[in-house]
């Protein structure tokens, strides 16, 4: 056997036939238990077909219940069936996830890409880039879909007024159209929308219900077909990745993440059948995935105040004053981090908000003689903490060094320093 032939058969999978089926960016082929919103979004789009503008549309439902991937799948089955007539109508489609493009000049700008109008990444006033957008659909004659999908993100940083202004440009871009289908997961949106924008993105709405475990099991499994080899199941790991998606608001996108970490988990172990246990690994390794996220996506003040309970819990103190806390903080902070300290004040909004988010708890405690202190606790795992903040470029030389003072038992003073 040569050294070609050896790699190639470690590199080749015993669990997983195409592991890339199961990516968050995959848009299946089938989409099970969806028949129903697929048929009402066809049918709101199709009058593209005869050159008509279509209504725009709200579509809203829980997170993971597949607004993202039937949208996807019925606008690219429009712009399909459009170019593939006998005289073919002219209709264009642009998906545009507002998340990632959050700003005014984002949005417009991806909009002109949709009609092959090339905008420069920024440069233009917001003003220039939405008068090419509207020179552009003057210039040809197509019904424009454009779906703006987590709009929920585009309102809370830029506001509805932007989406109205979208909403009315059809006045001026004769003689074509535009459609809108907006996304939200935040399913009281609606009403809290400007009466103006509510009313002209509402024409139609397509609500999705969450998912039950059977119809998870069934989504799971037509796409397990394809991304495992067969037999790599075991016949309990469906029904369970199911029940867990179902517990969490029947979200198919928690099922499939759990079945696709319980393949790598399977395929590390060197195993060649997914079993049980590897879904009860998955979701602990899913989990910790959340925590770590949002602990990243915290400000410096927030990470340097988890980092000195992290390390107190880590050396046996359980909680901390506020007083001891924020000493700790303003210790780490004014060493070289920032020029000020936040205000006591500002730090018990942080700790509020970080109570709020589950990570830890604040109890007021009275202190004798008619004084009151908070004891704060953290509430998850501190080496969590400092995983998540090793690769941090301002904390990150700190945090490994608390893992490792701690990992050697070495309850060396210098390290102390800042703690207490
Ligand atoms: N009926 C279905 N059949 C096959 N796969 C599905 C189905 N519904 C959802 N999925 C898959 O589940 C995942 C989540 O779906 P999707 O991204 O469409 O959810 P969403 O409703 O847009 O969620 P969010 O509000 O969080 O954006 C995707 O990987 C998608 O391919
Ligand atoms: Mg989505």
Request: proline share 4%; hydrophobic share 40%.
């Amino acid at each position: 056997m040569d050294l070609s032939d050896i790699f190639e058969s470690a590199s080749r999978s015993k669990i997983f036939a195409d592991r890339s089926l199961l990516r968050p960016d995959y848009v299946p082929l089938e989409l099970p238990h969806r028949e129903k919103m697929i048929t009402s979004l066809g049918r709101i789009l199709s009058p593209a077909l005869v050159g008509d503008r279509p209504s725009n549309v709200f579509v809203y439902g829980l997170t993971g219940t597949g607004k993202t991937a039937v949208t996807r799948y019925v606008t690219s089955a429009l712009a399909d069936h459009a170019s593939k007539m006998k005289t073919p109508v002219p209709v264009s489609v642009k998906y545009i996830n507002t998340r990632e493009n959050d700003t005014s000049y984002r949005v417009l700008a991806e909009m002109a890409s949709g009609i092959g109008i090339r905008v420069p990444f920024t440069g233009l006033s917001v003003a220039e880039v939405r008068a090419r957008l509207v020179g552009a659909l003057r210039s040809i004659t197509t019904i424009y879909v454009v779906v703006l999908d987590e709009i929920d993100a585009m309102i809370s940083r830029i506001g509805d007024p932007f989406l109205y202004q979208i909403t009315r440009m059809n006045e001026e871009i004769q003689p074509s159209q535009m459609s809108i289908i907006g996304i939200t997961n935040d399913i009281r949106l609606a009403d809290n929308l400007d009466p103006r924008v509510k009313s002209s993105l509402n024409d139609e709405q397509v609500f999705f219900p969450q998912y039950q475990a059977n119809e998870l099991q069934d989504i799971l499994a037509e796409r397990a077909k394809l991304a495992f080899l067969p037999g790599a199941l075991e016949p309990d790991v469906i029904p369970f990745c199911a029940a867990i998606g179902a517990r969490e608001h029947g979200d198919a996108r928690r099922s499939l993440d759990l079945l696709r970490r319980a393949g790598e988990i399977a395929e590390i172990r060197g195993a060649n059948r997914v079993q049980r246990q590897d879904v009860e690994e998955a979701r602990a390794a899913l989990e910790n995935d959340t925590i770590i996220d949002s602990i990243k996506s915290l400000t410096l003040d927030s990470r340097v105040l988890l980092l000195v309970l992290a390390n107190a819990k880590l050396r046996g103190k359980d909680k901390l004053t506020s007083g001891e806390l924020y000493a700790s903080y303003e210790n780490i902070i004014t060493n070289g981090l920032k020029d000020n300290a936040l205000t006591e004040r500002r730090l018990a909004d942080l700790v509020k908000s970080l109570e709020m988010s589950n990570l830890i708890t604040a109890n007021l405690v009275s202190e004798g003689r008619g004084g009151r202190t908070k004891h704060i606790s953290l509430q998850i795992d501190p080496s969590r903490v400092i995983q998540s903040l090793a690769d941090d470029p301002r904390l990150g030389d700190l945090a490994g060094s608390v893992g490792r003072d701690v990992l050697a038992h070495h309850e060396d003073c210098g390290a102390r320093r800042w703690i207490l």
